[in-house]
């Protein structure tokens, strides 16, 4: 008899063991780090198709913002978690391939570190300018800064950010002397635009969408190759003074480096679900922002392929790193 029990309980052991290793993922909720302030373009477009993707999955994504240091410790944080899946990145192209070439020493390595997951969308960018500023155009900006060289400053989300580049790229494309100001998020960097601390940044569109609508802030350019839709009145910044002038930056979601093949197989088959919903891509084109999607693979190779691209061109445009 004593016999027969324990083998009863060694049968209930092992069946429980294997409901345990059979819970489907996730079975709680999704960490989302985003190395990058809130209302800024990536972090208004991962609420966006997390909210959806929470909604297939059943779970609730929790969405942790950790700006500073160009993204650095945000992205630091990510590439440490436990690769379970229920820590993931949220993360810019500047992070991932723009960063790397410009500070020495970074505590993680964006291709050995990460295990990609998916691109997400490309995020269109424009020009703003302080409403009492006097600028218009592009060309008004090029022209005042040739008549006062260094005298005007720009706003940044820091060194190495996107808006860093943008604006660097600008100004030797136009041949002009601005000074940067970096700040600790993109949304900062708007918000002294607004209050007139700096007369200009560029900025992804998802940031300062709601900006523009309320009249806070003017819209003097895009970087894109055609007028957009939304904002048929604004130029090209090809159209103001600098033919082929082309800018856009790009969120892509990263899991650490030794998630499952399979968990990673899951988001990468969420987030293009979500990606096709009608009502998310909607929101997603009011916020400025292009919907794409890939599969894990190419977005690896958009990485290396970016990662070069940039080395190349901060080393051309003498931007100084740390």
């Avoid at 429980?16 to 302030?37: C, F, H, W």
């Avoid at 410790?73 to 992070?95: C, H, K, L, M, W």
């Avoid at 600790?184 to 960097?189: E, F, K, L």
């Amino acid at each position: 008899m004593r016999s027969c029990s324990l083998i009863s309980v060694l049968a209930v052991c092992i069946a429980a063991g294997s409901a345990v290793a059979e819970t489907p993922y996730p079975d709680r909720p999704i960490k989302m780090i985003i190395p990058l302030a809130a209302a800024s373009a990536v972090d208004v477009a991962a609420r966006i198709v997390t909210q959806k993707m929470s909604e297939n999955m059943g779970q609730h994504f929790v969405i942790l913002n950790q700006p500073g240091a160009s993204g650095t410790i945000g992205a630091e944080q990510v590439a440490r978690a436990a690769p379970d899946g229920y820590t993931i990145g949220g993360f810019n192209d500047s992070i991932m391939t723009m960063v790397p070439a410009l500070q020495s020493g970074l505590r993680w390595d964006i291709v050995k570190d990460f295990e990609p997951v998916s691109l997400v969308a490309t995020v269109e960018w424009g020009l703003i300018a302080n409403e009492k500023s006097g600028f218009k155009t592009a060309d008004d900006l090029i022209a005042a800064a040739k008549a006062a060289p260094g005298k005007i400053d720009y706003g940044s989300g820091g060194i190495g950010s996107p808006q860093h580049l943008a604006m660097a790229m600008f100004a030797a494309n136009a041949g002009i002397s601005l000074t940067h100001v970096p700040y600790r998020g993109a949304t900062q960097a708007a918000s002294d635009v607004v209050a007139g601390q700096i007369p200009v940044a560029f900025q992804g569109l998802g940031t300062v969408t709601g900006l523009v609508a309320g009249g806070q802030v003017k819209l003097i350019g895009v970087t894109t190759e055609k007028r957009l839709a939304q904002y048929p009145d604004v130029p090209t910044i090809s159209e103001s003074g600098l033919p082929g002038f082309l800018f856009n930056s790009w969120f892509a979601i990263l899991a650490p480096a030794g998630t499952p093949k399979d968990i990673v197989a899951r988001l990468n088959a969420e987030v293009r679900k979500a990606l096709a919903d009608p009502e998310t891509r909607r929101r997603l084109d009011e916020q400025g922002l292009v919907v794409r999607g890939s599969s894990a693979e190419e977005l690896r190779v958009l990485t290396r392929n970016q990662l070069a691209k940039y080395a190349k061109l901060i080393g051309e445009l003498g931007i100084a790193g740390k």
